[in-house]
């Protein structure tokens, strides 16, 4: 059984920069899409980029020209560089993927942006 792991969130002023980082066990991980989504208190859960085996990227429009999504496949790790962070940013930011069918979410990390 794959697992995600989310780290890199906290708490930053608007107009800041977080890494987020999102690491999978198993060589499965690196052959296979990589989708981050967050999720807001009160609201319901969105996507936010999403990137492939062969690094092709996808973004949100809310997060275009702001966010950059990448992945490391010698460290299992895809990462979310979050730049010019805006309030509305303010989300549990979790990572998944797709295996043998099944959704495969990782516990999420908190990323809070202060107005």
């Known amino acids: 059984q794959v697992q995600l792991v989310e780290s890199g969130g906290g708490l930053v002023q608007a107009g800041g920069s977080l890494r987020l980082s999102c690491t999978g066990s198993?060589?499965?991980?690196?052959?296979?899409?990589v989708d981050w989504y967050r999720q807001a208190p009160g609201r319901e859960r969105e996507f936010v980029a999403s990137i492939t085996a062969s690094s092709s990227t996808n973004y949100a429009d809310s997060v275009k020209g702001r966010f950059t999504i990448s992945r490391d496949n010698a460290k299992n790790t895809v990462n979310l560089q979050m730049n010019s962070l805006k309030y509305e940013d303010t989300a549990v930011y979790y990572c998944?993927?797709?295996?043998?069918?099944?959704?495969?979410w990782g516990q999420g990390t908190l990323v809070t942006v202060s107005s």
């Open positions: 198993g060589s499965f991980f690196s052959i296979t899409v």
């Open positions: 998944k993927i797709v295996r043998r069918g099944i959704e495969v």
